[in-house]
């Protein structure tokens, strides 16, 4: 059985570079804004489920492994360094 981000892989088309997929995604001139806090709804019900601080670190490290999951998927080893970069 595919994993989540495996399943992704096969059904998006892939003829871009990372660094091409970086540039659209930070230059995109769409309601980004918008769309960024109803994706992040769901995700921040789950944190406000957490009881305990250990809780609320545990899945602030599950998002991370994901995050870097996914970026390596969408974007490349040199795509999720430069995203990880521009973060810090």
């Known amino acids: 059985m595919a994993t989540f981000l495996e399943s992704r892989q ?4 892939r003829n871009k570079t990372g660094q091409e997929r970086v540039e659209e995604i930070m230059t995109d001139k769409g309601d980004i804004g918008q769309r ?5 709804e769901p995700i921040d ?8 601080r250990e809780e609320l670190l545990m899945i602030a490290c599950a998002m991370m492994q994901r995050t870097r999951e996914i970026f390596d998927a969408e974007l490349g080893e040199a795509g999720r360094r430069k995203m990880f970069k521009d973060l810090t």
């Open 10 to 13: 096969k059904n998006c088309g």
């Open 36 to 40: 960024m806090s109803e994706l992040m």
């Open 45 to 52: 019900q789950q944190i406000q489920m957490t009881d305990t």
